[in-house]
Nanobody, 117 residues
Framework: QVQLVESGGGVVQAGGSLTLTCATSGFEFNWYTMGWYRQRPGKEREMVATARNTGDAEYADFVKGRFIILRDKAKSTLTLQMNNLNSEDTAIYYC???????????WGPGTQVTVSS
């Protein structure tokens, strides 16, 4: 059974940093491209960053140069380092297998990130 548990969210001032972690289980982590996604208030869920099992990463334009996605093969975890946060980054952040975006099932509860100006 696929399980995804996001953690590390919180309230941070604009310009600050947070690191999110996704603990995964129930599937072969190293077989899948994994990603971080977010849903801002009143908006559709959008892709933030993805990381292939080779480590190659892709980023949405709105986070390039600010966020870094990392995967730990040994621990089957996915991390998102977020720097220079702004109010537009306020959202619930989710991790998942990239094939599940946007409308697949098995989404975790997400972790709330709130950036105060």
């Amino acid at each position: 059974q696929v399980q995804l548990v996001e953690s590390g969210g919180g309230v941070v001032q604009a310009g600050g940093s947070l690191t999110l972690t996704c603990a995964t289980s129930g599937f072969e982590f190293n077989w899948y491209t994994m990603g971080w996604y977010r849903q801002r208030p009143g908006k559709e869920r959008e892709m933030v960053a993805t990381a292939r099992n080779t480590g190659d990463a892709e980023y949405a334009d709105f986070v390039k140069g600010r966020f870094i996605i990392l995967r730990d093969k040994a621990k089957s975890t996915l991390t998102l380092q977020m720097n220079n946060l702004n109010s537009e980054d306020t959202a619930i952040y989710y991790c998942n297998q990239h094939i599940k975006f946007p409308s697949g099932n098995n989404w975790g509860p997400g972790t709330q990130v709130t950036v105060s100006s």
